[in-house]
């Protein structure tokens, strides 16, 4: 199957043929959304303002785990570990050096890489089930070192995070700090794109589908899959940098490891090995408790509930669904919403001659 | 054919063995691959063919002996800087990256040429990895018209027939600008049309490309048609080395590559029984 362009599409350039959204339609409709993004706060509750930047965040993470798991080919369940390192960090940078908050999030990626190439090294080592292993021992030693570690986290009371602020500009309402997530969302879903269409990014998914031939093209294996590593921990970092100055507090016990598996649980709904799979999947498991919730308060004191005596059991529905809702997905679509996506975009495309 | 260009040995192989623990794969195995030769290993089953070449390419160490490239001992060298020094090889069996579309695939081919990483590589617009990437794309395309693939361009390399995928993986070792380049069976399950496809490329690539080529290959007809020299390996031994019309001739070969009786008397140390006349009891 070639890639579909629509009639009359012709690349005469090289640089037109590499462009992140293949067709003129597609970066006219990203173009728009980021433009009824940017008008979501005058539209939307701080609810619903608070639903997008927790998917905003969640999705830069998200990126950075699939890049080491979709693209690499790598596993890893400690994400959730080096998120709440990105955060602490964060928080511990404004209030012990004073740098702005703004500064302290991309420094806070750069300290959670430094501390992802350390877990990486080893795990450049190791993989399949002995990296899934390494990866949760570097998930239990973060989070112990956060409750052993007062200084750099408060320990068990937590650490109180200052809201955001550049030059005199505070974000500490949804309404604003919303605009600092949709921006770090921007940059680095881009950033991500254009590592995918250059040397690095190719050789990381060489090092997936055939590590053997990669190594005779002069890839070397141990590199990349640290490199990985470090560019997950860097994108953990942001998105736990992030998340840290919207809630404004710190909790050690939040990073477990349930966080991380939740991490996964959105890489692959999503889809592995995909850019924009990464926000769907982050979205995705976002707003399907919201759905559910929704679903249960429907269910609640209505005809269904009172001839089933359901009562109290409606919130251990709630969590059922949930778990059903990603089995399913799982049985009916194990290649992701992306992949969805692209499905129900060829089909339109080709309606009603879809032979 | 002859016209062999004597121009000193790109690739020496020097009493090279190999062993696996008891097994071994390869016995004291010496020849020399000149510049600009197309150059044949044949032999049957379990030779040790791929075996030789994986030495060539890095994948395995010789236990005894070595192998030196335009000159310099590479023996030691990992084999991931082999594509620097200027050796490519293909599979046997198909080893593409499966996901990635054929163009992405030849483009890793570029790897060790291309030097903006993943720093530049994220910043696209700035640091030069789009000018970089459109320079090599352009003479990747060059590849890409030799090897007639324009209409899978954009494909996944999974997804394409068996021939397409074994020139696809031709494509992605051209791409490394390679001096030497290594095809282990180029033709295995291909028709006829596609075999002489195949052919027509090996002898452009060594001719108008300049690139030497060490091929296996099982099928004979190609093998006495394109290539300059042979060598010939059973039991992970050579028993001859020289020009096609020479090796086949040679009765040793005959017997062991062929299959026909041997009428000649192999030496009395090497392996007495296999000497005796079959004879009735």
Redesign the interface.
């Known amino acids: 199957?070639?890639?579909m362009t629509p009639a009359g599409d012709f690349r005469s350039t090289?640089?037109e043929?590499?462009t992140i959204f293949p067709t003129r339609m597609s970066r006219y409709a990203l173009w728009l959304g980021i433009a009824l993004l940017c008008l979501a706060p005058l539209m939307l509750g701080r609810y619903e303002l608070g639903l997008l930047i927790t998917i905003g965040f969640s999705a830069i993470a998200a990126l950075g785990l699939n890049i080491l798991v979709g693209f690499t080919g790598q596993i890893s369940i400690g994400h959730a570990a080096f998120f709440g390192f990105g955060a602490f960090a964060s928080a511990w940078l404004h209030e012990y050096a004073h740098i702005p908050v703004a500064f302290c999030i991309p420094l806070a990626g750069l300290m959670t890489t430094a501390v992802g190439l350390v877990f990486g090294l080893p795990a450049a080592r190791l993989k399949g089930l002995y990296l899934a292993i390494a990866t949760l021992a570097a998930q239990f030693i973060l989070e112990d070192f956060f409750a052993r570690a007062p200084w750099f986290t408060g320990g068990v009371a937590g650490r109180i995070t200052e809201p955001f602020a550049l030059f005199g500009w505070r974000a500490d309402r949804e309404e604003s700090y919303f605009y600092v997530v949709l921006a770090w969302v921007v940059v680095m879903f881009l950033?991500?794109s254009?590592?995918m269409?250059?040397?690095?990014?190719?050789?990381l998914?060489?090092v997936?589908?055939?590590y053997?031939?990669?190594?005779?093209?002069?890839?070397?294996?141990a590199y990349y899959r640290t490199?990985s590593f470090g560019?997950a921990s860097f994108y953990a970092g942001i998105g736990g940098a992030l998340y840290a100055h919207y809630l404004l507090f710190v909790s050690v016990e939040a990073f477990n490891i349930l966080f991380s598996i939740q991490f996964l649980g959105m890489v692959i709904i999503g889809g592995l090995?995909s850019v924009m799979g990464s926000l769907m999947g982050a979205a995705f498991m976002t707003l399907l408790p919201e759905v559910v919730q929704a679903g249960a308060d429907l269910l609640a004191g209505s005809p269904v509930d009172r001839a089933l005596r359901l009562g109290a059991s409606i919130s251990f529905l709630r969590e059922m669904a949930i778990g059903a809702a990603i089995i399913l997905f799982l049985i009916f679509e194990p290649d992701g919403l992306a992949r969805r996506w692209r499905l129900i975009r060829a089909y339109w495309k080709l309606y009603p001659y879809s032979h | 054919m002859a016209g062999e260009a004597e121009d000193g040995p790109v690739l020496e192989a020097v009493g090279v063995s190999l062993r696996f623990g008891g097994v071994r794969a390869l016995t004291d195995v010496s020849f020399r691959v000149n510049r600009g030769e197309v150059f044949s290993i044949i032999g049957p089953n379990g030779a040790g063919k791929t075996s030789m070449v994986n030495c060539v390419s890095g994948r395995y160490r010789p236990t005894e002996g070595g192998i030196r490239f335009e000159g310099r001992d590479i023996t030691r060298v990992p084999t991931r800087k082999r594509a620097a020094i200027g050796i490519g090889r293909t599979f046997q069996n198909l080893a593409l990256f499966g996901h990635m579309t054929v163009l992405e695939n030849i483009m890793v081919g570029r790897h060790h040429l291309l030097r903006r990483g993943f720093g530049p590589g994220m910043l696209w617009w700035i640091g030069g990895a789009r000018r970089e990437e459109i320079a090599h794309r352009r003479e990747v395309e060059e590849i890409i018209d030799f090897l007639e693939i324009q209409h899978v361009r954009k494909a996944v390399a999974g997804q394409l027939s068996y021939g397409l995928r074994k020139r696809v993986e031709l494509a992605r070792a051209m791409a490394l600008k390679p001096k030497l380049i290594l095809l282990d069976e180029p033709m295995a399950g291909m028709n006829l049309e596609e075999k002489e496809d195949m052919a027509r490329f090996i002898i452009d690539l060594n001719e108008e490309w300049g690139m030497t080529v060490l091929m296996i290959e099982h099928d004979m007809g190609v093998v006495m048609d394109i290539s300059h020299r042979v060598v010939v390996l059973d039991f992970g031994r050579k028993i001859a080395e020289g020009r096609p019309e020479e090796v086949m001739a040679d009765p040793h070969v005959r017997r062991a590559y062929l299959g026909e009786a041997d009428e000649v008397v192999q030496e009395p140390d090497e392996a007495p029984a296999e000497t005796m006349e079959p004879t009735a009891p």
Do not use: F, P, Q
Not at chain 1, 197 to 203: E, I, Q, Y
Not at chain 1, 212 to 221: D, K, P, R, T, Y
């Open positions: 199957m070639t890639a090289y640089r043929d590499m950033m991500a254009n590592l269409r250059t040397r690095d990014g190719r050789a998914v060489a997936r589908d055939h053997l031939s990669a190594e005779m093209m002069g890839i070397n294996l490199l560019i090995g």
